[in-house]
């Protein structure tokens, strides 16, 4: 069964680092997001992506995030400066027009 | 601001009974409604989506929709121990293709 596949599962960054969370989505599909998750918190959107561009983000998704579909595969979140409040489970997910999946997660932790 | 309500729980079950989750959203300018089920440090996983008034029902899930009322309701038919795990409603509004999570409601189905 197609799945979306994200890399690293967890990632340990020094405050004011750069990361770089990755994500493959299922084949065919043509929306892509990023949402996240604090500990304890609600899932947030972050960010929606078709067509090769932005078409939706939240306001959370400031100038410190960005995101790239660097080839015709993978789909990027950037976060730029980490700050200890980034620290949170970062989820990618793809929709064919009907449903989202979600990848399994990528555990960031900020220190 | 389009919320979401979920009660928090810990909604407690005996094995083989049925749950019942419960849902409110705040805005009537909603498109379709979906339930996840998200395990404790895992990512969200979805059961069934739904955008007609009335009931769904998908093996021993049933999601059921009231537009007038603004709720959605799902339940777990001979609820499992595997069936513990907090579930996320999550609403896909008319305008933009993000979906807005509730906080999730916490199961546990005792043997």
């Known amino acids: 069964e197609p799945e979306v596949t994200q890399t690293p599962s967890h990632q340990v960054t020094q405050m004011g680092q750069e990361v770089i969370l990755r994500c493959v989505p299922i084949?065919?599909?043509?929306?892509f997001y990023w949402y996240r998750q604090i500990l304890g918190q609600k899932v947030e959107f972050l960010v929606s992506?078709?067509?090769?561009?932005?078409?939706?983000k939240s306001e959370i998704f400031d100038d410190q995030f960005s995101v790239e579909r660097p080839d015709g595969s993978n789909f990027t979140l950037k976060i730029r400066s980490t700050k200890l409040e980034d620290s949170a489970m970062y989820f990618c997910a793809s929709d064919g027009g009907a449903e989202a999946f979600f990848g399994q997660g990528t555990r960031l932790t900020v220190v | 601001q389009k919320e979401v309500e979920q009660n928090s729980g810990p909604l407690s079950v005996p094995e083989g009974a049925i749950a019942s989750l419960n849902c409110t959203y705040s805005?009537?300018?909603?498109?379709?409604f979906f339930w996840y089920r998200q395990y404790s440090g895992k990512s969200p996983e979805l059961i069934m989506f739904?955008?007609?008034?009335g009931d769904k029902e998908d093996g021993r899930f049933t999601a059921q929709l009231n537009k007038a009322s603004q709720y959605v309701s799902l339940l777990i038919r001979d609820s499992q121990p595997s069936d513990s795990a907090t579930y996320l409603c999550a609403v896909l509004w008319a305008a933009g293709n993000k979906l807005t999570f509730g906080g999730g409601t916490r199961v546990l189905v005792k043997p």
């Open positions: 084949s065919n599909h043509l929306y």
């Open positions: 992506f078709y067509n090769n561009e932005i078409s939706e």
């Open positions: 805005d009537r300018g909603s498109q379709s």
């Open positions: 739904i955008y007609s008034n």
